[in-house]
Nanobody, 115 residues
Framework: QVQLVESGGGLVQPGGSLRLSCAAS????????MGWYHQAPGKQRELVAA???????NYADSVKGRFTISRDNAKKKVYLQMNSLKPEDTAVYYC?????????WGQGTQVTVSS
């Protein structure tokens, strides 16, 4: 079982930037596509960015052009660079495999975009 630990969230003003990190345990991390999900209050958790095991990326329309997902297989980490943040990006952000969660969810990291 892979364990996931997200970090890097915080309070930021609209237009600001944050970089989220997800650290994974286990040797099988590099075999899987990974994704960043967010869950806003009262809404379902949804995938916003994904990266395949080979580095191909995909984004939800709501974040395209503003967010960049990347991974470092040697460090077993996935990153989400978030630029031009909007109030509607406010949510708890989680990482997991991109085709639906194969592993237990981590605690997530809260992102709040507010002036």
């Amino acid at each position: 079982q892979v364990q996931l630990v997200e970090s890097g969230g915080g309070l930021v003003q609209p237009g600001g930037s944050l970089r989220l990190s997800c650290a994974a345990s286990g040797s099988i991390f590099s075999l899987y596509g990974m994704g960043w999900y967010h869950q806003a209050p009262g809404k379902q958790r949804e995938l916003v960015a994904a990266i395949s095991s080979r580095g191909t990326t995909n984004y939800a329309d709501s974040v395209k052009g503003r967010f960049t997902i990347s991974r470092d297989n040697a460090k077993k980490k996935v990153y989400l660079q978030m630029n031009s943040l909007k109030p509607e990006d406010t949510a708890v952000y989680y990482c997991n495999t991109d085709k639906g969660p194969l592993w237990s969810w981590g605690q997530g990291t809260q992102v709040t975009v507010s002036s």
